[in-house]
């Protein structure tokens, strides 16, 4: 029988459409392995560019250097978004939930962006007494040398803009809104999503020393908490590009005083 000959009053029968889903604990590794696999290739994008074009030799100082060069560093980061993104909206068509439903890209609250603003900077204001106490310098001093070079290249906007929006773009909706969406609704519950997408963090930022793990380690945490309690990961985008910022003007004091 065709949709003409159907009886009168009945709607032809079409088949179910397939429900959304999230990605649980293999899929979200999985996927997690392919989207830093992306932002890796969208940075190196840049260097090996460079490396390609550069009238120098293709050696190992020359990969140093870039390196170390604020500008390079700076497009680096920057090309990390786009890539990331892509792969994310792939890996969320796949799973035919929406991009922005998937990554809880909601507003927050006023009152919930403040807690957040003084729960960081209580944070940071404790890894400061513990670095005075300890001896140990306030910023990575790498740190300082690509913002000098940044500068000295006219790029410190360029710098600026790398670390407050792009990194806490990139970052944030990989480890708070991916990694975090799909372990949360695993056998690790939120508590453990919270401790493996913030270790996962720290180790995007093995550039630093031991004792700036620990701080990356303790923010990661933080922001993970914040994400739970609001289920929105543009409070912790927000957080970050704030902590980013704060980060940046004090290696600016720190090289105009160095």
């Not at 908490?225 to 957080?239: A, D, F, H, Q």
């Amino acid at each position: 029988m065709t949709a003409a000959e159907s009886p009168a009053g009945l709607a032809p029968v079409s088949p179910p459409g397939r429900e959304p889903r999230v990605w649980k604990f293999v899929g979200t590794s999985l996927w997690g392995l392919a989207l830093f696999g992306a932002m890796f290739a969208g940075q190196a994008v840049v260097v090996g560019w460079l490396l390609i074009t550069g009238d120098g030799p293709l050696d190992t100082s020359s990969l140093t250097a870039l390196l170390s060069n604020g500008r390079i560093i700076s497009l680096s980061v920057i090309m990390g978004l786009p890539a990331i993104l892509i792969m994310l909206w792939i890996a969320t068509r796949v799973s035919r939930t929406p991009f922005a439903d998937y990554l809880a890209l909601r507003s927050t609250s006023w009152t919930m962006l403040a807690a957040g603003v003084a729960s960081l900077v209580l944070l940071m204001v404790a890894w400061e007494v513990i670095s005075r106490v300890a001896g140990r310098e306030s910023s990575p001093g790498f740190m300082v040398d690509v913002l000098k070079s940044a500068r000295a290249d006219g790029a410190l906007w360029l710098l600026v803009f790398a670390f407050c929006v792009a990194a806490p773009i990139t970052e944030e909706f990989f480890a708070r809104g991916f990694l975090y969406r799909g372990w949360s609704e695993s056998f690790l519950r939120p508590a453990g999503a919270i401790l493996l997408s913030s270790a996962v963090w720290t180790l995007m930022h093995l550039q630093y020393n031991w004792f700036f793990l620990a701080q990356v380690f303790s923010i990661g945490l933080l922001l993970g908490y914040l994400r739970y309690l609001s289920n929105s990961t543009w409070l912790p985008v927000i957080l970050h590009g704030l902590n980013n910022l704060a980060a940046t003007v004090q290696t600016i004091w720190l090289a105009n005083n160095s």
